[in-house]
């Protein structure tokens, strides 16, 4: 018999009839799901207070920055009186307050009270006459702590000011 190259078959691997999956090979245990959710819930729970910690240190920074850029006013505004307003008693006011409005406290914002505190020198030169210490302090409550923050500076009779005017 004479092959005719047209009439040769194509061979194909026979087909293997599966059998469907038992339902229990396939399915989750129950101490399987029970795991998965708890180890979800500690992930959900870290997340969770790692956002809250993130937004109140964040919150915690901006009071601290708030009190800084307050102490540098006051610290500037001493920088530009003369000695003798700086050495008349009551000319710098002693006490002030300074409101803060963020957008995460009340309608009336964060207080901050401060206090300026002018004395001699804390040296015993013979020029200690010619300068006074400064300390400027101020305070605020913050998620009900009691928050302070100070800077001092001396100044002298023959100082900065002197020049500016």
Known sequence: MIRNE???AMKTAPTQRRCPPRWGSVAFTLIEVLVAVAISGIVF???YSGISSGFAIVELARENLRAGQILQEKMETIRLY???QITTAGFVPTNFTD???TSTQSA???TYTGR???ASAPISESYSNDMKSVTVQVTWTSAGVLRSRDMQTLVSRYGLQNYIY
Request: aromatic letters at 16%; a neutral charge.
């Open 116 to 118: 300026v505190t002018i």
């Open 108 to 110: 009336s914002g964060l």
């Open 99 to 101: 409101v803060f409005f």
């Open 45 to 47: 729970v870290g997340l």
């Open 6 to 8: 047209t009439s040769i």
């Open 82 to 84: 003369t000695w003798s």
